[in-house]
């Protein structure tokens, strides 16, 4: 097979809609002989909308879109998409984030439609869309899914009958490429057919995804079983469920196999949904989902063939969870490479091997396989 370890970068842009809304304002009584600072409320209202806020000493706190948000104002300033503070064409900030004074505090703050406009001490304005910081917020984020899944096991992978894509329309239509996408980022699998069984197709494939990554193992390489590596996937054995590059500091994010030859029987690849494994770790033991998303393990490849010497190691937990939504986004998972729990880690935290068992378990299951031949 040819494969390619290939570095993915997933961005999906979510816009939503703008509207703008009739407003007014008006102050609640003020309060400062029991406050050191005015606290003023501020609220904006329609039929669909309304908008409130509450400058506090140290903070901004806004509500809006059915959100309570806390914004510091050093955060505030500092994200400032003014032209003398954002370069708009690069992306990248122009402030000096260490010349922002960490005691600031606008000097006022208005609201027109929807945009907020604070006025610092200096007179400096920035101004923010409330649905930019509803998307950039913390509390925006914990409850916005970064990337949709399906989740599958067998039965629930067959009845869907995902289509293959045709190789000549995903190398030459934007549909084919997005429907192949679409299928990967849904399922984690996608399959295109037709594909010429040589190397340079297969690499054309490959870089209509991605950049190909460079590896111990090169760009791109064929195996098959004559032990040429150090590795159970260069012999006859059959490999057990899998992550692949567990040993590296950033796992592969999309691999590509083809099988240029086939002879004899067998040989047809098992695939198991390691997100689906997961989801019922959590509903079924939670506390042992808890403990896989925040226990690192190092995860080994030790190679000694030929005249391939590598000892690579990659740390981290079996899975990886974003910490402000909890969403699962990367699996290390192979009982084949060695990995060491470090006994000065805690006693409880030497039984992770056995904290796996459920979830190795539920991936072992023959319900949760989908065999396909690359044939």
Not at 47 to 71: G, I, N, P
Not at 124 to 151: A, C, F, M
Not at 248 to 262: A, D, T, W
Not at 352 to 373: A, V
């Amino acid at each position: 097979m040819w494969c390619h370890r290939l570095s993915h970068l997933q961005s999906r842009l979510q816009n939503l809609l703008r509207r703008g809304v009739p407003c007014w304002a008006f102050q609640q009584p003020n309060f400062k002989s029991l406050f050191p600072l005015a606290i003023h409320w501020h609220h904006t209202a329609s039929e669909s909308l309304k908008c409130a806020w509450q400058q506090h000493e140290d903070h901004f706190e806004l509500h809006y879109a059915s959100t309570v948000m806390r914004f510091d104002y050093v955060w505030l300033r500092d994200h400032c998409r003014s032209a003398s503070c954002y370069n708009s064409k690069t992306h990248q900030r122009s402030l000096d984030t260490a010349s922002v004074d960490l005691c600031i505090k606008p000097k006022t703050i208005r609201l027109d439609e929807t945009t907020l406009f604070f006025t610092w001490p200096d007179g400096h304005v920035t101004k923010y869309d409330l649905d930019w910081l509803v998307r950039n917020s913390y509390e925006g984020q914990k409850q916005k899914v970064i990337q949709p899944r399906i989740l599958w096991n067998a039965e629930i992978y067959q009845r869907a009958q995902v289509p293959s894509v045709d190789f000549q329309s995903f190398l030459e239509t934007n549909e084919g490429l997005k429907n192949f996408l679409q299928n990967f980022l849904l399922y984690g699998i996608a399959f295109v057919e037709n594909v010429p069984p040589t190397q340079e197709h297969t690499e054309k494939l490959a870089e209509r995804i991605s950049l190909i990554r460079e590896t111990i193992y090169g760009r791109m390489w064929y195996f098959t079983s004559d032990f040429s590596r150090g590795d159970t996937a260069y012999t006859k054995l059959a490999l057990d469920r899998h992550t692949d590059t567990t040993y590296f500091q950033e796992p592969c994010g999309i691999q590509v196999f083809h099988c240029l030859k086939h002879e004899g029987t067998g040989g047809r690849t098992l695939l198991v949904d390691g997100f689906y494994a997961a989801e019922q770790v959590l509903q079924k033991a939670p506390e042992e989902f808890e403990l896989l998303t925040k226990v690192p393990l190092k995860h080994e490849y030790i190679e000694n063939v030929g005249e391939c010497h590598n000892h690579m190691i990659g740390v981290g937990p079996v899975l990886n969870i974003y910490p402000w939504n909890k969403e699962l986004y990367l699996i290390r998972f192979s009982k084949g490479k060695k990995y060491t729990v470090n006994r000065q880690w805690g006693s409880s935290l030497s039984y992770i091997p056995k904290r796996t068992f459920t979830y190795s378990h539920l991936i072992s299951r023959t319900s949760n396989e989908y065999r396909q031949s690359l044939i």
